[in-house]
């Protein structure tokens, strides 16, 4: 009978491997290997390409510069997979928006124009200046009938909640011609806050823009939703109002758009937007 020791004998299933059998390492072809193409994702220089950003070759440059970050790390490598229905990516800070289905469009609301998509005493609305731009669309919060100036409306109705919501604080920019002149201290009176009926309020920031002829420019920045808002703090404050625009919202701006023109955001316009309420 052989009682010789078989040194390369193959353990039983329930054996286990020898301690002192070192295992081959892993070849990198088979490490986190998906099952389909989809769970890789798409090449980032492809995503960015198309997204508008520049060519592929550029979106390579800027890898190798530093310049842009996935889900909140700067990307280092080269040929980095991205999935771009979840991933947050940005180039030099600003969230780039990748999806198609979605957009948002900024107005320059003229006065008289009601902030609806519909109005049963066929009145001028909101839905009758966008049409049928993009299925699904609606505004984000209101402007007044009189007051003018930017106005978002959007098909990303996570977006709109976000931004109409007080809890995120989205600043909006607004220039009022007021009578009068404006006393040194507002500025202070009203970054320190004021009474209203239905509570307080406090701006973010105010200054005067110009002075003429008995009236006054200011520009008052405030996250305050509350209806007529702007209008009921400078009347109590003694400064009616007689004009009253938004020229932005958040990072978004009004700028030179012509009364009754509409714009599609940029990617990074809406990028922007959502990394300022945490999309």
């Known amino acids: 009978m052989d009682t010789a020791r078989h040194d390369d004998a193959t353990p039983g299933p329930d054996e286990g491997w ?9 070849h990198p072809a088979d490490r986190d290997r998906p099952d389909d193409a989809a769970r890789e994702g798409e090449r980032l220089q492809k995503v960015l390409a198309r997204a508008g950003v520049g060519s592929r070759r550029v979106v390579e440059n800027m890898v190798d510069q530093g310049r842009i970050s996935v889900n909140g790390r700067t990307v280092t490598v080269q040929g980095m997979r991205v999935d771009p229905e979840r991933d947050r990516i940005a180039v030099d800070g600003v969230r780039i928006e990748l999806r198609d289905d979605r957009v948002t469009y900024a107005l320059n609301k003229p006065a008289g124009v009601i902030t609806a998509m519909s109005d049963d005493r066929n009145r001028p609305t909101v839905g009758d200046m966008v049409g049928d731009l993009a299925p699904g669309l609606v505004h984000v919060g209101r402007l007044d009938q009189d007051t003018e100036g930017l106005l978002l ?6 977006l709109a909640h976000r931004l109409a ?3 995120y604080e989205v600043r909006k920019t607004y220039l009022a011609q007021v009578s009068g002149s404006v006393p040194r201290d507002m500025a202070r009176r009203l970054r320190a806050g004021v009474g ?15 002075t003429h002829a008995g009236q006054s420019v200011v520009e ?7 209806k007529h808002i702007v209008r009921r703090l400078l009347a109590h404050v003694g400064l009616p109002v007689s004009r009253l625009t938004r020229t932005a919202i958040g990072p978004v701006k009004l700028e030179r758009m012509r009364s009754g023109s509409i714009r599609r955001l940029t ?11 945490g999309l």
Request: glycine letters at 8%; zero cysteines.
């Open 196 to 210: 209203l009926e239905d509570g307080p309020v406090k701006v973010d920031s105010f200054k005067v823009v110009d």
């Open 220 to 226: 008052v920045v405030l996250h305050e939703g509350r």
């Open 18 to 26: 020898p301690e002192e059998i070192e295992l081959a390492p892993l």
């Open 165 to 167: 919501h007080p809890s």
């Open 153 to 158: 409306v959007t098909n990303d109705g996570e």
């Open 267 to 277: 990617r990074a316009e809406v990028g922007a937007l959502k990394e300022a309420v």
